[in-house]
């Protein structure tokens, strides 16, 4: 199902509807189980229409996360286990994996790849890209990520992002000596892709007037194809990408 499948966005925020899973048992935040399902069902409670709802949790946390007395209405297995464990009976929707895995057909795979070698997957299976971590190293270029999202949009073929996109706006993060990609940028690079644009300009793009203006300036036609392509990414902070858009401008 894609991000727009699940509901009726309001026209202002498209391209914002379910963008944010939950990541919050995942680097830097790192919470403890029960902290992490505690801020989710606040989240949950809130009603954001940004954020999926939807909890990632590694398999090798399953039981962990079983033995909470509240579950997620919605799970993201993340694979870091040898098998796939058995999952039936928990609300998962996607499992995403550095390899093919099986999984039931009523369940998304998302496979992990470098944006400078993305290998043929088969129909029907989706893409997850890195967009940062915990070292310099671990973030692509614009080059790079603009060569995935073009791939990607011409191939029509979806993908979710990771790691990294802790603010709107591209900007420099002096402990890692690093650019962070902003997901805003991310957004609107896939919007320009979809409307045979270069991705690299607004990529790489701290201009926040300008982002801002463009992303109030994108055709609905555009922003539905757009997040049909980009259907969510992963962020351990659930507050920082809602404040940021309030700030902005552009929440709902």
């Not at 967009?131 to 310099?136: F, K, V």
């Not at 919007?191 to 270069?198: F, G, L, M, Y």
């Not at 991705?199 to 922003?223: C, H, K, N, Y």
Request: glycine share 6%; charged share 25%; hydrophobic share 40%.
């Amino acid at each position: 199902m894609s991000a727009l499948e699940c509901g009726t966005p309001p026209l202002k925020t498209t391209l914002f509807f379910a963008l944010i899973d939950d990541a919050g048992l995942f680097p830097p935040t790192s919470l403890h189980m029960d902290e992490a399902v505690a801020r989710h069902q606040r989240d949950l409670d809130s009603g954001s229409t940004v954020l999926t709802h939807r909890f990632l949790c590694p398999a090798s946390r399953l039981d962990g996360l079983r033995r909470q007395a509240q579950q997620p209405r919605l799970i993201g297995l993340i694979v870091d286990t040898e098998t796939v464990p058995d999952f039936s009976d928990l609300p998962v929707d996607f499992v995403e994996s550095r390899e093919i895995v099986p999984v039931p057909e009523h369940v998304r795979l998302f496979v992990e790849v470098h944006p400078k070698h993305i290998p043929h997957v088969p129909h029907g299976v989706s893409l997850k890209v890195r967009c940062g971590g915990m070292t310099a190293d671990a973030f692509p270029s614009v080059a790079e990520l603009a060569e995935f999202i073009t791939h990607c949009v011409e191939r029509d073929q979806p993908f979710k992002a990771t790691a990294g996109l802790h603010h709107a706006v591209r900007h420099f993060d002096p402990s890692l000596g690093v650019d962070r990609h902003g997901f805003l940028n991310l957004v609107l690079a896939v919007c320009a892709a979809i409307e045979k644009r270069d991705p690299m300009r607004v990529l790489a793009s701290t201009d926040v007037g300008d982002l801002v203006r463009q992303a109030q300036a994108i055709p609905e036609e555009t922003a539905v194809k757009a997040r049909n392509i980009l259907v969510s990414y992963g962020s351990c902070s659930t507050t920082a990408p809602l404040d940021d858009l309030k700030t902005l401008g552009l929440d709902a």
